[in-house]
């Protein structure tokens, strides 16, 4: 009986793990699709959440892109940060 409710218990955790890579994969996608359209503010809002959600996300097979480099790609076209400010 422990073993089954291991088990399900298992299975719930890794459902709800799936949901939340899902989710963030979805938060990318679509904060992508707002930069790349020039809405940075909406996209900068979006790749902000992901990078709360999962600071370790990486987009891309090819040519692998971490969260952090989109959420600063967007503060700076968004004009909320300067070149160098952030280092500062």
Request: hydrophobic letters at 40%.
């Amino acid at each position: 009986m422990k073993t089954k409710c291991f088990l399900g218990f298992l299975s719930v955790v890794i459902f709800l793990s799936g949901c939340a890579s899902m989710q963030t994969a979805t938060e990318v996608n679509s904060g992508r699709q707002a930069y790349i359209t020039g809405n940075n503010e909406v996209a900068n809002a979006y790749f902000v959440s992901a990078a709360q959600r999962d600071p370790n996300y990486i987009y891309g097979t090819a040519l692998r892109q971490g969260i952090w480099s989109y959420v600063g790609r967007t503060e700076y076209a968004a004009g909320q940060v300067s070149p160098g400010e952030r280092g500062a």
